[in-house]
């Protein structure tokens, strides 16, 4: 485990919202309350939506140019780190635990695949991120548990990110499971549907992605509840 768990940092109890260049999102949660940071070309999309972001970073090879701000963070082309995952760790830095990016969906798979990637990272430390999209979202949940609203319509999918998962749980849709196992050479868990009932995915032992359809916060009732005590 990394040492910026341990460091003792105060855990902000807001949201840390990342802006990437990637699939521009429908609209932006602009009533939730929380930290914006723009990576990148992620600057023209706060831009064009009123919101003046809280620190901006990149290379702005995607923007084009660099913009005049008094919290920026210019980083070289040439890096290890994406700049979505820059803006992650910075988050971490200042203490927040739960991530929403928007812009981190389509464009580029590369990209799309980093993100999802970066998700897992967060969750291997504790903390949360989702990926949300234009009509869809992504989490990666890890010894934990994902609640979601009533009401709720579209699809649903589970993949297993490990070489397998253990005791896990789909409740509340069109297909259900009880301490099932999947591995990630099989993907039996694509396209499930939300029936209008509370819905929840549990995975006891390993790490799962699941993508759903709808707007996030209209759709998520929790953020992901960790089932490890020992955590």
Known sequence: MEERKNKGVAMQKGICYIVGAGERPASLDVAKVGYWIAADGGYAVLQAAGIKPDLVLGDFDSLGYVPRHPNLIRTPAEKDDTDTMLAIRQG????????????????????????????????????????????????????????FLPGAKGYLSVFCLDNAAEGIDLVGLKYTLTNASMTNDLP???????LGLPALVRVRRGTLAV?????????????????NEDR
């Open 92 to 147: 971490l830095d200042l203490g927040f635990r739960r991530f929403v990016l928007y812009g981190c969906l389509g464009g580029r798979l590369d990209h799309s695949l980093a993100n999802i990637q970066a998700l897992t990272y967060l969750a291997r430390l504790g903390c949360q991120g989702i990926l949300a999209g234009r009509n869809e979202n992504l989490t990666v949940v890890q010894n934990g548990q994902l609640r």
């Open 188 to 194: 039996m868990g694509v396209s499930n549907e939300f």
């Open 211 to 227: 993508t759903w359809s709808g707007s996030l916060f209209a759709t998520l009732d929790h953020w992901v509840e960790d089932l």
